[in-house]
Antibody, heavy 120, light 108 residues
Framework: QVQLVESGGGAVRPGRSLRLSCAAS????????MHWVRQAPGKGLEWVAA????????FYADTVTGRFNISRDNSKRMLYLQMDSLGDGDTAVYYC?????????????WGQGTLVTVSS | DIQMTQSPSTLAASVGDRVTITCRAS??????LAWYQQKPGKAPKVLIY???DLESGVPSRFSGSGSGTEFTLTISSLQPDDFATYYC??????????FGQGTKVEIK
């Protein structure tokens, strides 16, 4: 079955960087778009970034554009999120998600999430 | 970015009730809309995509409708397992994707 396992979360000071990873198994990774979605404590879902199945296109929420970068390595079945210039507003559980198709539209499978805490 | 606004923010209902949640887009999004259900401490689960297509395995009491800027999620007969928070999401393969702020369905 589909498994998505996030790693790389933790506590970080404001202004610093962090890289999240998501290991995928149970499906043909190179045939699906992928997402990062986050949820601040007690708040709603916020879509963060998506990437096409082949990495051709990347898309970002306005709140992270210019600071975050989504990437994938289809040979390793890995999804990444490089997060720079982190601020308090980036504190959240970050979920890795598999898309229903090629282009990163609808998330049909989710990881368990990894917590990122930005605090001085 | 397109803004998605859900109403109500909270809804109290009883088992067996018909429940309707509305999602409005700040501009026309055709039928590029999905609905998700999330229970506390769990990852979300997609219920509906393309405004009205039921995801495989989702009970038929869930239905979606709408196009353009106004959409609804309807639960025809609320079951105990349906008490959760529901989110709409706009998506477009060539631009950003946006969630609504969520609607919590509580026990009356």
């Amino acid at each position: 079955q589909v498994q998505l396992v996030e790693s790389g979360g933790g506590a970080v000071r404001p202004g610093r960087s962090l890289r999240l990873s998501c290991a995928a198994s149970g499906f043909t990774f190179s045939a699906y778009g992928m997402h990062w979605v986050r949820q601040a404590p007690g708040k709603g879902l916020e879509w963060v970034a998506a990437i096409w199945f082949d990495g051709t296109y990347e898309f970002y929420a306005d709140t992270v554009t210019g600071r975050f970068n989504i990437s994938r390595d289809n040979s390793k079945r890995m999804l990444y999120l490089q997060m720079d210039s982190l601020g308090d507003g980036d504190t959240a559980v970050y979920y890795c998600g598999r898309d229903k198709g090629l282009f990163g539209d609808v998330v049909v499978d989710w990881g368990q999430g990894t917590l990122v805490t930005v605090s001085s | 970015d397109i803004q998605m606004t859900q109403s109500p923010s909270t809804l109290a209902a009883s088992v067996g009730d018909r429940v309707t949640i509305t999602c409005r887009a700040s501009q026309s999004i055709s039928n590029w809309l999905a609905w998700y259900q999330q229970k506390p401490g769990k990852a979300p689960k997609v219920l509906i995509y393309k405004a009205s297509d039921l995801e495989s395995g989702v009970p038929s009491r869930f239905s979606g409708s709408g196009s353009g800027t106004e959409f609804t999620l309807t639960i025809s007969s609320l079951q105990p397992d349906d008490f959760a928070t529901y989110y709409c999401q706009h998506y477009n393969s060539y631009s950003s994707r946006t969630f609504g702020q969520g609607t919590k369905v509580e026990i009356k």
